[in-house]
């Protein structure tokens, strides 16, 4: 019953007061004090103590309480039907945070729960009980961020908040809703946007501080130095390119980014399209001493899509089999337009190979198996970022197998 309940609540809190009053009876009847005066006293400093004390927000009760439980739920069946469509995890509680209700979102997130049973059975986090013992004390609304690392990372903006039925109605029947909003992906957008953000400037801050120190030097010591000068006016160009470089990459992928939705329309022949980058990539194939060979059907071989996109998807994928696979000293080229399956090129290398925990990560912004590496290639860590955003707007997959000590194999399926 609620004023059990409550007398309960105001014991707790006033427990040291009522002891320390017993004791003193207690002394007083030792010391000889009339037994009938001193229980006389001790009962009206118990009354009064119990009376003056005000539930405080952690003492309001948590245990369910089968009565309210009752009295809540017949006003249930409308707000459950309406909560179970939607997506997102919700549950109702009644006054003793005992939940009534859980929609199947939350039953998802957080396992079944006993209708009944106190919310702390399931959700054990403080800040969410506390949130809740806070509501309930003061009927108003609250929110909390909270995090669950199993099974998996998940951040929460909790909120609990009181359901208003209108004037009158009975504490035994309020009833509270516990929603849950999920901003992992926000979060992890975010990061993924301040990693890219740090990574684009540390980029970018290398090549400058280089031609700053470049110019220093030119100005000062080398000031009298035409051999020297013209030696560092070399590197300065190398520097100033690879800014200029990774700049046109960032560009590229902003444009991507803007597109990413709209499906290209164009029908373009890959076989043309093939003879045409490895024709752009034979001085850098003749620096490094490789051979492309293209493996190409009769006929045509078309696909739906933008041919400058194509062209960057061929050129970033034939570079990088040159450059990263130049000790094979052949990179092989596959065109297939079987009939009834899927257009596929395939670009073969023989190089060291890729290890397999790096291939999942591969087509991530700035993400190089070797950092000295890739530089030393004139590489930017963006070209496998620029080909699956061009492949995504494409409708097409890239599929990478590797195997270290043999070479590696990107297939792009259409
Ligand atoms: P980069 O500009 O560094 O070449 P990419 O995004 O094109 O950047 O490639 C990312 C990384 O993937 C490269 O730095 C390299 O470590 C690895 N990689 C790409 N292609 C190959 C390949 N054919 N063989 C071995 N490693 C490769």
């Not at 037994?35 to 003056?52: C, E, Q, R, S």
């Not at 079944?112 to 969410?128: F, K, V």
């Not at 009769?298 to 739906?304: F, H, I, N, P, S």
């Not at 570079?319 to 000293?329: D, R, T, V």
Request: hydrophobic share 45%; proline share 6%.
């Amino acid at each position: 019953m609620p004023w059990t309940r409550s007398l309960i609540a105001r014991i707790r809190q006033e427990r040291p007061v009522l002891l320390m009053s017993l004791l003193i009876a207690l002394i007083a009847l030792a010391a000889g004090v009339n037994g009938w005066a001193v229980l006389g006293l001790w009962v009206a400093l118990i009354i009064t103590a119990l009376w003056h004390a005000t539930p405080v927000a952690n003492e309001v009760p948590l245990e369910p309480v089968g009565e309210d439980v009752e009295a809540a739920r017949s006003l249930l069946p409308e707000v459950s039907a309406t909560l179970a469509a939607l997506d997102i995890p919700v549950m109702v509680l009644s006054g003793d945070a005992s939940v009534l209700y859980q929609n199947r979102a939350a039953e998802k997130a957080f396992g079944e729960m006993t209708i009944g049973a106190h919310i702390s059975a399931r959700l054990r986090s403080p800040g969410i009980l506390d949130m809740m013992r806070e509501t309930i004390a003061t009927n108003a609304p609250n929110q909390i961020e909270h995090s669950e690392r199993l099974p998996s990372e998940r951040v929460y903006i909790v909120r609990s908040a009181p359901v208003d039925l209108g004037d009158g109605q009975p504490t035994s029947e309020r009833f509270f809703v516990l929603s849950f909003r999920d901003i992992s992906e926000v979060r992890r957008i975010d990061r993924m946007r301040s990693d890219f953000v740090a990574n684009a400037s540390h980029e970018l801050r290398t090549p400058l501080a280089s031609l700053r120190g470049f110019i220093e030097t030119i100005q000062g010591p080398a000031k009298n130095d035409p051999r020297a000068q013209e030696r560092f006016l070399g590197i300065m160009l190398d520097q100033a390119t690879r800014m200029s470089r990774l700049v046109d990459d960032l560009l590229s992928l902003s444009r991507l980014e803007l597109k990413s939705h709209i499906a290209p329309d164009e029908k373009v022949d890959l076989v043309p399209l093939l003879g045409h980058v490895k024709d752009s990539l034979m001085p850098l194939a003749n620096d490094v001493g490789v051979e492309i060979a293209l493996h190409l059907p009769d006929g045509k071989a078309e696909v739906l899509g933008d041919r400058d996109e194509l062209v960057q998807v061929f050129e970033n994928l034939m570079e990088n089999a040159c450059k990263y696979g130049q000790e094979g000293k052949t990179v092989d080229v596959f065109l297939r337009n079987n009939q009834g399956q899927p257009v596929e090129v395939t670009i073969v290398d023989q190089g060291p190979g890729i290890p397999a925990e790096h291939v999942p990560r591969l087509t991530e912004r700035f993400y190089r198996v070797s950092i000295e590496d890739s530089r030393s290639k004139k590489g930017t860590g963006l070209g496998l970022a620029i080909v699956k955003h061009i492949l995504t707007r494409h409708r097409a997959r890239l599929i990478v197998k590797s195997e270290v000590g043999t070479g590696t194999r990107f297939t792009v399926r259409f």
